[in-house]
């Protein structure tokens, strides 16, 4: 279905808009596309979803989507989502607002918006900002704020509302200070630099100088050649050394602030004494404007007026004029025509910003570099530091908010239909990314000694605190609780595991579990745990509390038939098994989890479930057991290896992965013996030629590794050897790997009340809920190749009968099968561990190997299963997903650009970080080395930086607050400068008593000598980053000094710089720092702005939304364009209803919706699209985050197809610098880069220039893809047309040759490719001779020869752009004019129904969406 234009293996199945770049590997090919858990995008897909690659048959890709709805068969499930729908959508309507001196204007609303939403549209207008405290009548009634619009008797199209000036009280007065102090701010980027309020940076608005959208369609069409300056500044250039850090954050020119006023503070005569509270004073204000004026405000029930106070005498009188305004703004006006001036030029230009320059993000994001900020005063800023505020506190009667209640409340709202799921996860998200504000707030707190703690009396390490309803304890070992796992380290496990297991239990979502909201926060060398309070917890000893589980590691165990029953839900989805341990009196508990999970009722009589660290079975790579050998797999790559702790665990996602895997073998196995029956009942003679022949088909593809086969089939279960040889090479780990990344909310997953288990039309193939899909989607879904699935298919012809065998197992008890068809799926069950033995099921019992957990006798078999299947699992870790992941990396459907995208590439496959070590040496040892350079030089990176992290983590523990950025500049030295004898400066005391000043100590939790830190020197760093790197990683670190580093592993030090500040919360002074001086250090004091916390914390998602947003991938794959437009359309407006404006999906929402606005060619919408995708990605993501790399990436193609080729070539020499700077020049993905700039540059005339980065792109993309791709040869092919340009035949025609000796070896002379390139070798054979035959004459006949005019074309633009789109990998389906008509009518449509006035942000965000993967019948 899909033709690509080279030599693509076959798509992946990926659904963040992978493009279709020949080679199949593209920017966003895997990885920034498949986001795991951290980095929520929508993507997961569901085991069904997976198979929709292009590839795969329609019929197949329906059956799939018609799971997609978790109902039997697509069409009615659709039809009700999409009534649904359309109930949420009612039309929108205008009205008129008349606000006092202004015109009316009008206002498009829509019926389901609260009146406040209105209030909120008319504070961010330019001419009605300065207003906060007024209510909108209509017809003399007053509306009341937390109304729906529709419920408003009378209002309708054209209705006139009237702004009403309010009486202020005091808390109006403080909220219209504060949002006058926002407005005079609003330009001002301090926020996102401090980290504070969700802001952050972009900086696409200083590339693209506005001109994008309207303004630019126009501006400069024509004579747009003639003005480029091209030149790249030097850094930029293929080949430059030089990596400079401030241009990451170039200067804007709108933040030179524009002053309005010297000084705006609350008054030190607050608050009111009696007698003027009396006259309606409610608080007072200085000003100093900045004309030097000095003025005293009173704020009062009618509004502001000058009164006669100075600052040292107190006169409340108002002055004469007292110019009593409703409006602080307006009563400054009067008094300062500088205000006046630059308050309006400033709201000029905030309403010009993009409104995604503005809107908070979710979740804080930190910047690691700054530039020197003024610190200016700022009354607001000082009173919310001493008061803990938080978010909407003063809008909320009570103040402090309960968090648990707030956090258990929204899980319980009722989610039947499509209305009440969105207003449940909107509810859900909203209160979760508060919490995770507050927690973090608060762990800062914590840390820095400005909360007091619960037991003051114990050490500082043992202390616990609770401020604003969280409790927080520090990542320490108290009371020896962890002694046997691993003491401290296993402490500092112990949180993230937690928070894995909040995560899943979060996303299996079953009604009446709950857990406690969490949060892990790092912040200056300790690991916080933030957790909700359960009520009535504090009150009681936790012996008397908890009710299930065990409180001492097993000792003693109780049990509950609740818990056991509402886990029980769970077990299922999570894969965990019900097993029996014995407690102290040798009795048999029976439980449904780990025996740690502590189950409590609260006061509140909900059933909480909490510490949840084991959820998952442990990793016997690294947990060494006596007596007990691991699998050859596991033995060959020397493990068990000794961990720093004992709570080493599998990740969901390698658990999914392997019983998809197991899956797979069940299947194979079943049908293997039904062929042998066959074949026994026909010719009596033994079916072995089958079984043989089912292995040499299936296994024909090449792996990655060829040893991964042989382990694989040692992997099995020795029984049945011959079929399962073939697995290496059929990893599911698409399938799991996606549906793990959801954390189970795949429309087939339990939890989903669209659960379609048993109820649906499909006959389930298995008990384990999670694998819904019959075997050929498991198949196609989950090999690398949809190809491999089929001959697999084929190669085995027993499998139809056995999938028939199963489902009717499944179906009816197996009542009506005979016992020899009973027999097989008996002898298969065992086989794979099954722990039913009439359908496939495999669960993991977690407690196995746990110290100190005992299990009763009777159960000593399913023990000794239990245990072999973990010794599976952790063998197929390292025999079959770390092969896999190389692979992907070989074939580049990974492409990790960074240490966070490498460590999201290992997740999805279900691989720790801990094994880091093992994938280096993997690739160490592939003969294909070269080719995964990159993935190698990106490994040691955060191989090194980690490493580095352990360290800096217990050196910063052993430092006080005041000598905090001498100690991290000095460490940072050790680390990265080449100066030799790095000295600590110990800050000159700047407050230095000559008296004795031990007294002085503060207490840090862990104290201990607080000078300690600075007799650390650079080799005795680099000494302990080489032993931790061995004891933790098992790699052997070949280096003692950075400059070795870099040396040997080819690293770049601003790379290791971004890391590690990244890892560590770093943020550091934008400059140029000289790392390579041998005489002075790179980096003082000076340098280290702040210390930022680095915080964890699960993300609630928007699984509606998600469905639609699969469900329109899929359409738009099997070429309804329109239908997919419609479903994507609704994803976004559903991404919009939960999330907001900000998301990490919703980028990628519009990412897909901009691609599908160009192939329509509607580029002015793709543009408008994309241009919001990349302020999201720099807003959400961070500016030199990969993803946001790639965005830049694709704007420019928009760009340039809108006719603005400097605004494209601006973007991409960007993009250019940001990889540089996060990645370095040897990367795959440079090579794309460099085509895209060499292309551009072409098509402006600038051959040289252009050729050095074709030139550049052509030798990076041999080294990683081999010299005879078909990669390669497309960079033959545009190095050709550069030099035919510039009319050098010779060096056009030897590039043309290359290029078409690659195509007619690849794809055969009769290919189209081949023929184009051998047509184009004729013609530039011509050229030559045409060009010779001129020069002979020339030379033979003088000046008066007769010279033909020979043809030197610069390229058209439409040429240059028709390249574009093939290195980017778009291909345009032949639509009729028709479709396209109708196409953009739909689109239009729909953005009507959009525009009902929901605040600017979310207006034009709603077009239509698509997958890059398009249907192509080329």
């Known amino acids: 279905m899909v ?43 569901s085991a069904a979803a997976v198979v929709m690659n292009g590839d795969a048959g329609h019929d197949q890709a329906e059956e799939a989507e018609s799971k997609q709805d978790g109902s039997g068969d697509a069409d009615p499930g659709d039809d009700g989502n999409e009534q649904e729908v359309i109930v949420i959508q009612d039309t929108g309507f205008t009205v008129k607002i008349q606000a006092p001196g202004t015109e009316p204007f009008d206002l498009q609303v829509s019926p389901q918006e609260m009146v406040q939403e209105i209030h909120q549209v008319l504070m961010d207008r330019e001419d009605t900002c300065h207003r906060t405290c007024f209510s909108l009548q209509l017809d003399g009634n007053v509306l009341d704020n937390f109304a729906e619009l529709k419920s408003i008797e009378g209002l309708q199209e054209g209705s006139l509302l009237k702004v009403v000036e309010e009486p202020y009280t005091v808390r109006e007065a403080r909220i219209h200070v504060r949002h006058i102090r926002d407005l005079l701010k609003s330009l001002d980027p301090s926020d996102a630099y401090n980290g504070v309020d969700c802001n952050s940076l972009s900086f696409l608005s200083v590339f693209t100088d506005g001109d994008l959208g309207d303004s630019g369609k126009r501006k400069k069409k024509g004579s747009e050649l003639e003005q480029i300056d091209c030149t790249p500044p030097e850094h930029i250039l293929p080949g430059s050394k030089e990596r400079p850090l401030v241009p990451l954050q170039p200067q804007n020119k709108d933040w030179k602030p524009l002053q309005c006023l010297k000084v705006l503070t609350m008054s030190g005569w607050n608050p009111p004494p009696g007698n003027r509270k009396m006259h309606g004073d409610l608080m007072y204000l200085s000003v100093v404007t900045v004309e030097e004026r000095n003025v005293s405000i009173t704020a009062s029930t009618r509004g502001f007026y000058l009164n006669q106070s100075t600052t040292y005498t107190f006169n409340p009188k108002p002055a004469n004029p007292s110019f009593l305004s409703h409006s602080l703004v307006e009563l400054l006006s009067q008094i300062s025509p500088a205000f006046k001036k630059n308050f309006t030029t400033l709201q000029k230009k905030r309403v010009q910003r993009h409104p995604f320059e503005r809107i908070a993000t979710p979740f804080q994001v930190y910047s690691w570099t700054a530039p020197q900020i003024d610190h200016a005063m700022d009354c607001v800023r000082a009173e919310d530091a001493y008061t803990s505020r938080l978010g909407y506190e003063e809008h909320i009667p009570g103040q402090t908010r309960d968090w648990n209640e707030e956090l258990q409340t929204t899980r319980e709202l009722p989610r039947k239909n499509l209305p009440e799921r969105l207003l449940r996860e909107r509810a859900i998200f909203k209160v979760h990314s508060d919490f995770a504000a507050a927690a973090t707030r608060g762990a800062m707190a914590v840390i820095d000694g400005n909360v007091m703690a619960i037991n003051p009396g114990e050490e500082t390490r043992m202390q616990m605190f609770i401020w604003n309803n969280i409790f927080f304890s520090l990542g320490f070992d108290v009371r020896d609780h962890y002694k046997e796992l691993g003491g401290d380290a296993a402490a500092h496990a112990a949180p993230t595991n937690d928070l894995n297991g909040v995560r899943a239990y979060g996303a299996v979502d079953v009604e009446g579990l709950y857990t406690l909201g969490t949060v892990v926060v790092d912040y200056r060398g300790y690991r916080v745990t933030a957790q909700s309070i359960i009520p009535g917890i504090l009150e009681r000893e936790q012996e008397q509390s908890v009710i299930y589980g065990s409180i001492d590691f097993g000792k003693t165990v109780v049990s509950h ?67 007990e050998e691991l699998g050859p797999e596991s033995q060959k790559q020397g493990f068990p290896r000794q961990h720093r702790h004992r709570l080493a665990c599998l990740r969901q996602e390698l658990i999914e992965a392997f019983v998809e895997h197991r899956y797979l073998l069940f299947m194979k196995m079943a049908a293997l013996q039904l062929m042998q029956q066959k074949a026994n009942k026909e010719s009596k003679t033994a079916a072995l030629p089958e079984s043989i022949s089912a292995e040499s088909v299936s296994d024909s593809k090449p792996t990655a590794a060829p040893e991964a086969s042989e382990k694989a089939s040692e992997a099995a279960t020795p029984a049945f050897d011959s079929p399962t040889s073939s697995e290496s090479t059929l990893t599911p780990e698409d399938t799991a790997e996606s549906e793990a990344a959801l954390g189970h909310e795949t429309p087939t997953s339990e939890g989903q009340e669209t659960s379609a288990t048993d109820s649906s039309a499909v006959p389930t193939v298995t008990a384990n809920g999670t694998h819904e899909p019959t075997i050929p989607e498991s198949q196609n879904g989950g090999c690398d190749s949809p190809l491999e699935g089929k001959e697999a298919d084929e190669a085995i012809p027993g499998l139809a009968q056995a999938k028939e065998l199963a489902e009717s197992l499944a179906a009816d008890d197996g009542s009506g099968i005979d016992p020899k068809s009973r027999e097989v799926v008996l002898n298969a069950c065992k086989a794979v561990g099954s722990i039913s033995n009439t359908s496939f099921d495999i669960r993991f019992n977690p407690d196995i190997f746990s110290p100190g957990v005992r299990f009763p006798e009777d159960s000593a078999e399913e023990i000794q299963k239990q245990k072999q299947l973990l010794k599976d699992a952790a063998a197929f870790l390292v025999s079959c997903q770390i092969p896999s992941l190389i692979k992907d990396c070989l074939d580049h459907t990974a492409l990790p650009m960074d240490g966070a995208t490498l460590t999201e590439a290992l997740h999805q496959r279900g691989i720790n970080v ?48 005041s000598a905090l950025s001498a100690a991290v500049s000095h460490f940072l030295n050790c680390f990265l400068s080449s100066f030799p004898d790095a000295v600590a400066h110990l800050p000159a005391d700047e407050l230095v008593s000559r008296k004795k000043n031990k007294r002085r100590r503060n207490r840090v939790p862990g104290g201990g000598d607080n000078t300690a830190w600075a007799s650390l020197t650079p080799s005795e760093l680099w000494k302990n980053i080489a032993s931790e790197a061995l004891s933790y990683y098992h790699f052997t670190l070949q280096c003692e000094s950075p400059d070795q580093a870099v040396e040997k592993y080819g690293l770049q030090k601003i790379t290791l710089l971004r890391e590690i500040s990244v890892k560590t919360g770093i943020q550091i002074l934008i400059k140029e720092y000289n790392f390579d001086s041998r005489h002075k250090p790179a980096f003082t004091e000076e340098d280290i702005l702040n210390i930022f916390p680095v915080v964890k914390h699960v993300n609630p998602k928007a699984s509606d939304a998600f469905h639609f947003f699969q469900s329109g991938q899929a359409k738009v794959q099997q070429g309804f364009l329109k239908e997919g437009c419609e479903l994507i359309n609704e994803a976004l407006n559903l991404f919009n209803n939960v999330y907001g404006a900000m998301h990490v999906e919703i980028c990628a929402c519009l990412r897909l919706l901009a691609r599908l606005n160009y192939i329509i060619g509607d580029h002015p919408e793709a543009l408008s699209n994309q241009q919001k995708a990349v ?73 040289d220039l252009s050729l050095r980065f074709l030139e550049n792109a052509l030798s990076i993309n041999s080294k990683y893809h081999g010299p005879r791709s078909l990669k390669v040869a497309l960079s033959h092919h545009l190095v050709a047309r550069v030099y035919e340009s510039k009319a050098e035949f010779r060096s056009a ?53 007769s010279i033909m005019p ?44 959009q525009d009902s006035g929901k605040a600017e942000e979310q207006q034009e965000d709603s077009q239509l969406a698509l997958d890059d993967k398009l249907p192509v019948d080329d």
Do not use: W
Request: hydrophobic letters at 35%.
């Open 3 to 45: 033709s690509k234009t080279d030599d693509i293996p076959a798509s992946v199945p990926n659904c963040t808009a992978v493009d279709l770049a020949e080679d199949g590997e593209t920017p966003e090919s895997a990885e920034s596309g498949r986001t795991a858990l951290k980095k929520p995008c929508p993507c997961e897909h």
């Open 561 to 627: 038939p609740k818990y056991l029953e509402l886990l029980e839900k769970t077990s299922r989805p999570l894969k965990v098994q019900r097993h029996c341990v014995l407690n102290e009196k040798d009795t048999a508990v029976e439980l449904c989890s780990s025996v740690e999970c502590k189950g409590i009722i609260g006061n509140d009589g909900r059933h909480y479930i909490l510490d949840l660290l084991r959820t998952f079975p442990p990793d016997l790579n690294f947990l060494p057991v006596e007596g």
């Open 914 to 961: 801990r094994y880091l070590g093992n994938v280096l040496e993997f690739v160490d040892k592939m003969p294909a080395k070269p080719q995964l350079e990159h993935v190698y030089r990106i490994g040691i990176t955060e191989l090194i930086t980690r490493c580095t992290k352990h360290i800096f983590k217990t050196y910063l523990q052993g430092v006080e607050l």
């Open 1175 to 1247: 302020l999201m990605s720099e807003r959400v993501l961070g500016i030199e985050h990969p993803n946001t790399i790639q965005e830049y990436m694709h704007l420019a193609l928009y760009c340039f197809a809108n006719g603005q080729l400097s605004t494209a070539l601006k973007l991409l020499y960007r993009a250019r610098y940001l990889m540089l700077l996060v990645s370095g020049e040897d990367h795959p993905e440079m090579a794309l880069l460099d085509s895209n700039i060499g292309l551009v540059l072409h098509g402006v005339m600038e051959y």
């Open 1293 to 1345: 025609l030897q590039h043309e040759k290359e290029g078409y000796t690659i195509y007619k070896n690849q794809v055969g002379e009769a290919h189209e490719k081949t023929k184009e390139s051998s047509e184009y070798l004729k013609y530039l054979t011509q050229q030559a001779v045409a060009l010779q035959r001129t020069m002979n004459e020339i030379y033979k006949n003088g000046s008066n020869a």
């Open 1350 to 1393: 020979l043809k030197f074309t610069a390229p058209s633009m439409a040429s240059v752009l028709e390249q574009l789109n093939i290195i980017n990998g778009i291909i345009f389906i032949p639509l009729s004019q028709k479709d396209l008509e109708n196409l953009k009518a739909e689109v239009q449509r729909r953005q009507q129904l």
